[in-house]
């Protein structure tokens, strides 16, 4: 019994030696995680001065600047079409002839007419003038003096309506000729040649739109009235049409221009108030019946605080910033701290600080969802101005 205690004893020994070892290393391993903290990558940017216009933003339609619809003005049937469609024609180009043969005749008629009231009228005015001199020595009564009298003064009115007749039946013959009566683009051709065409042909023979300058139109909540008033007051508002691409972007330079009505009243369905402006549209970017984003400078901010707008998070205090805390400045490992701040604008790119931060100060923009108040981070990148 006693030998078989001893083995009992070594062997226990042995296995409480082997735990230890065995607990040792293990603890010697996992030790330095539970420890020690990997710093975050982040990017981050310097907090700057700009000068930041302040914008409205709206949805707008572009509208032609001038829009025509070409009718004709006498019947007839249309004999030629001298444009293409989606041709550019200037004020007084012939773009279509109706037939003008009737009408070239009916002038005619005219003229004869007056030619022959002409003959009339000098007869009629020579036998007055004969009776004039026959009453005085009495071989004709007074009566059949005024008589010859009233029959020039009627044939010298029918003369006048002659010319008159003339002169429509040379307008007529004029409004065979259609022209256009405006500078512009024209749509797609309504009638085609060989139709009998008439005034108040429905959708016309053709429209013409004027597109260099065009018009956006849009409205605003009636809130932003004051503010809209305030900026007419210092002079042109500024407005910048921006179209989307195909793929869902914007194009590259939006189209820049002018408030030019404000209207003088507010819809009451809506509670909005409609402004027009005008654009140039040197490159056509702006069509007429499109959709367009508008942004309205209603004021500027000069030497603002910014910071990119990725850089602000929302929490339930508010607005804050994670700031980068270095010991010397440019060193790549630092640690983040929460400040708050107040954010008097921003747009897409840009968040103007009121409050809550220094020019120069570094806050994170890329990297925030594992940041906490404290969290080491390695500074991965700095965001350039201007991106």
Same mark, same amino acid.
């Given at each position: 019994?006693?030998r078989r205690f !001893?083995?009992?004893v070594?062997? /226990?020994v042995v296995?409480?030696?082997?735990v ?16 020690t ?6 990017e981050?940017?310097a907090s ?6 302040v914008y409205?933003?709206a ?8 829009t025509?619809?070409v009718?004709?003005m006498?019947? /007839?049937?249309l004999e ?5 469609e989606?041709?550019y024609?200037? @004020? /007084?180009q ?6 003008p043969q ?7 008629q005219?003229m ?7 003959a ?7 036998q007055?003038?004969q009776n004039a001199a026959? %009453? @005085?020595?009495?071989?004709?009564s !007074?009566q059949?003096w005024?008589?010859?009298?009233t029959?020039?003064?009627a044939? !010298?009115?029918?003369?006048?309506q002659d010319r008159a007749n ?6 007529n013959?004029?409004?065979?000729n259609?022209r256009a009566?405006?500078s512009?683009r ?6 085609d040649?060989?139709?009998l =065409?008439?005034?108040g042909?429905?959708n016309?023979i053709v429209?013409?739109n004027?597109?260099?300058p ?5 409205s ?5 009235l004051p503010?809209i008033n305030?900026?007419?007051s210092r /002079? ?6 921006t179209?989307?691409s195909?793929?869902g972007?914007?194009?590259d330079a939006p189209d820049a221009g ?13 509670g ?6 005008r654009?140039?549209n ?9 959709y %367009?984003?508008v942004?309205v ?5 000069p030497?603002a605080?910014?910071v990119?707008t %990725?850089?602000?998070q ?5 607005d804050? =910033?994670?700031q ?5 400045t440019?060193?790549k490992?630092?640690?983040v701290r929460i400040?708050?701040v ?8 840009l968040?103007v ?7 120069g100060?570094e ?6 969802s594992?940041? !906490?108040?404290?969290t080491a981070?390695r500074?991965?990148a700095?965001m350039?101005?201007g991106?």
């Amino acid at each position: 019994m006693t030998r078989r205690f !001893k083995w009992l004893v070594v062997f /226990g020994v042995v296995a409480l030696l082997a735990v230890g070892i065995f607990l040792g290393f293990g603890s010697s391993r996992t030790a330095p995680f539970g420890k020690t903290q990997l710093p975050v990558p982040v990017e981050v940017a310097a907090s700057r001065l700009a000068t930041v216009p302040v914008y409205i933003h709206a949805l707008g339609t572009v509208t032609a600047y001038r829009t025509v619809t070409v009718e004709p003005m006498v019947t /007839g049937p249309l004999e030629r079409v001298n444009f293409h469609e989606g041709q550019y024609v200037r @004020k /007084g180009q012939l773009i279509a002839q109706i037939d003008p043969q009737p009408y070239e005749a009916a002038l005619a008629q005219a003229m004869a007419k007056l030619a022959q009231d002409r003959a009339t009228r000098t007869s009629d005015h020579l036998q007055a003038q004969q009776n004039a001199a026959l %009453v @005085k020595k009495g071989f004709v009564s !007074k009566q059949q003096w005024i008589s010859a009298w009233t029959t020039y003064l009627a044939a !010298k009115a029918l003369v006048k309506q002659d010319r008159a007749n003339i002169l429509t039946s040379r307008i007529n013959l004029d409004y065979t000729n259609i022209r256009a009566p405006i500078s512009g683009r024209t749509g797609i051709l309504q009638v085609d040649p060989g139709n009998l =065409v008439s005034p108040g042909l429905a959708n016309g023979i053709v429209t013409i739109n004027r597109l260099q300058p065009i018009y956006v139109q849009f409205s605003l909540p009636q809130q932003d009235l004051p503010e809209i008033n305030q900026a007419l007051s210092r /002079g042109p508002l500024p407005v910048l049409a921006t179209i989307a691409s195909r793929s869902g972007g914007r194009v590259d330079a939006p189209d820049a221009g002018v408030v030019t009505v404000l209207d003088n009243q507010i819809n009451t369905s809506t509670g909005t108030l409609t402004l027009r402006a005008r654009f140039p549209n040197p490159r056509l970017n702006l069509w007429p019946g499109s959709y %367009v984003d508008v942004d309205v400078e209603v004021r500027v901010l000069p030497r603002a605080v910014t910071v990119p707008t %990725v850089a602000v998070q929302k929490g339930p205090a508010g607005d804050f =910033v994670y700031q980068v805390k270095q010991e010397k400045t440019g060193q790549k490992l630092a640690s983040v701290r929460i400040r708050p701040v107040t954010v008097d604008y921003e747009n897409g790119t840009l968040a103007v600080i009121g409050s809550g931060l220094r020019v120069g100060e570094e806050v994170v923009t890329e990297g925030t969802s594992r940041l !906490k108040s404290g969290t080491a981070i390695r500074i991965a990148a700095r965001m350039k101005p201007g991106k």
